[in-house]
C-alpha cells in the first residue's frame, strides 16, 4: 500500500533525445507526487509536482504525465542534455498524512 | 543553496558509538524529515516533526531517535551503530505538511568502521 515502484532503474540516452522514468503507486489515497533531481554529493531537488486534479504537467524540457486510473505516473525529459545526467526519483505523499514514499531512483546518463 | 544546514558534514565512527547529526531547517519552515540514504536502498523516509511535535514515522530502527527543538532546529541521535548504518542522512523542510515542497539539506556522510 505504501510502495512506489520506478523503472528502469538506469537509463543511457543521447544528447537530444527524450528521457522517460516511470512510476506506479498503490495507495489511492496519495495526493501529491513530486520529482527530485539528486547530483552526486547533493541533496535531492525538486523539479517538478503535480496534483492528481490534472493529467499533464510541464516545466521546460520537463514533462509529468499522469493517470489516475492506472494509479501511474511519468516523467519525460524532452531534448536530454548531459547536465541532465543525474539520479531522479519519484514520490507520493498526502491523503492527510505526513509520510512522503520515494521511488528507488533512476540513474540517467545523456551521452554527449 | 537550499536554505537547509546539516552538520556535520562527514562523521567517522566506530561500531557501537553514538553519533548525533544536526539539522536546521530554512527560515519558515515548520517541519523537518530525516532520511536515510544508502547505495541499495535509495531514500528510506525515517521520521518527520512539526513545529516540535512528531507526526510521521518510517523504518527508523530503536537504536534511532530524533527530536525538534523550540527554535526548530532537529537532531538525529543515532546509537549503538553498527556497520550497516553507514549511509548519508539527510535533512528536510518544508512549510507544513510533506504536500508542501521539501527542501533537502546537503546531507551528514556517516561511515562507521
Known amino acids: 500500500q505504501q510502495q512506489v515502484k520506478q523503472s528502469p532503474q538506469s537509463l543511457i540516452v543521447q544528447k537530444g533525445g527524450i528521457s522517460i522514468i516511470n512510476c506506479a503507486y498503490e495507495n489511492t489515497a496519495f495526493d501529491y507526487f513530486p520529482w527530485y533531481q539528486q547530483f552526486p554529493g547533493k541533496g535531492p531537488a525538486l523539479l517538478i509536482a503535480?496534483?492528481?486534479?490534472?493529467s499533464e504537467k510541464k516545466e521546460g524540457r520537463f514533462t509529468i504525465s499522469f493517470n489516475k486510473s492506472a494509479k501511474q505516473f511519468s516523467l519525460h525529459i524532452m531534448d536530454s542534455q548531459p547536465g541532465d545526467s543525474a539520479t531522479y526519483f519519484c514520490a507520493a505523499s498526502g491523503g492527510g498524512g505526513f509520510k512522503t514514499i520515494f521511488g528507488a531512483g533512476t540513474r540517467l546518463f545523456v551521452k554527449a | 543553496d537550499s536554505g537547509v544546514t546539516q552538520t556535520p558534514k562527514h562523521l567517522i565512527t566506530a561500531t557501537g558509538q553514538r553519533v548525533t547529526l544536526r539539522c536546521s531547517p530554512r527560515s519558515g519552515d515548520l517541519s523537518v524529515y530525516w532520511y536515510q540514504q544508502s547505495l541499495d536502498q535509495g531514500l528510506q523516509f525515517l521520521i518527520q516533526y512539526y513545529n516540535g511535535e512528531e507526526r510521521a514515522k518510517g523504518n527508523i530502527l530503536e537504536r534511532f531517535s530524533a527530536q525538534q527543538f523550540p527554535d526548530l532546529h532537529s537532531e538525529l541521535n543515532l546509537s549503538s551503530l553498527e556497520l550497516g548504518d553507514s549511509a548519508l542522512y539527510f535533512c528536510a523542510s518544508s512549510t507544513r505538511t510533506s504536500t508542501d515542497t521539501q527542501y533537502f539539506g546537503p546531507g551528514t556522510r556517516l561511515t562507521v568502521l
Open positions: 503535480i496534483r492528481p486534479d490534472v
